[in-house]
């Protein structure tokens, strides 16, 4: 049967004909029984005696052969067709860019470990998600620059991503560089959404661009800015080392500049989150998962193959075969 997986039939309609194969059987026999006369003999004792053929056996073919050419037929007059079907899927990606504080304050223990690593946790958990887009890296801190450009290959980007750490560059928070930086790697992009994720939990004081002035230009590239204030109410755990390399805590205050992160949303046309907890800020990146989604046009091809040629074969076989029987070997029988 694994020559009819896959196989669809154009004319279907073409099997109620197969209700006549029974009436040709019944036909047949009425006929045959017609044909047989019966002769008055004494005794049989005589016939015994005769050799004994098998060719009785086959007294039948003839119907037979007509039934399997007659339902070889109405297979081929429904027109079986082998049937292929693929899809093709394009879509206009979005390109995404993550912006990450990585200054000292995001060693805060407020997010578990800290505050960097929750955030490279959950930004991971992200990338996973979306293996359709080409998503970029920049970190800054009291300068900023691009960890990981504009890609699909998501493995790389990732271990880019989890080797990220505080002091690869000086200290600081430098909220429009960064945001600039970013901007700069997505200006040129032909996608149909061009995004930055800002995450940070202090206030601009160092770079060369302000946040807003960042903003300004991330807009005349129509690209909107989602910014993340990461960060607990009051103040939060901030580890620091002594003389002899023990770990001891320093409370210090939480200082987000929601007003700034909030200015840079609504001129962009993204939107300000705050974090106050590890969950909270997967909440966010799933929002914003959901928010840009891009719709994926998807077209169907069909591809069917005409299969009633070796169905037709094989009756006009049957057909010739008991047409060459009638007429040879079992000529002037009857049948």
Known sequence: MKW?????FAQPGFFWLLLIIPLMVAYYWWRNSKLQG????????SFALAHKSQMHIFRHYSIVLRCLAFIAIIVALARPQSAMSWENETTEGIDI?????????MLSEDFKPNRLEAGKNIAIDFIKARPDDRIGLVIFSGESFTQCPLTIDHDVLINLFADIKNGMIDDGTAIGMGLATAVNRLKDSEAKSKVVILLTDGVN???S???????????????????????????APYPFKDQMGNTHYQMIPVDVDEKTLTQIADITGGKYFRARNNTELTQIYAQIDKMEKVKIAVTQY????????????IALILLSLEFLLSNTIFKGAIT
Not at 38 to 45: A, D, Y
Not at 223 to 231: A, E, K, L, N
Not at 302 to 313: F, G, N, S, V
């Open 205 to 207: 004081n160092t770079g």
């Open 4 to 8: 009819f997986s896959g196989i669809e």
């Open 38 to 45: 019966t002769l008055g003999m004494s005794t049989t004792k």
């Open 302 to 313: 069909h591809k069917k193959t005409e299969r009633y040629l070796p169905i037709a074969i």
């Open 209 to 235: 661009i302000p946040p807003i002035t960042a903003a300004e230009i991330a807009k005349q590239f129509n690209i909107r800015v989602y910014t993340v204030g990461i960060g607990t109410n009051g103040s």
């Open 97 to 105: 860019m993550i912006a990450s504080d990585i200054s000292g304050s």
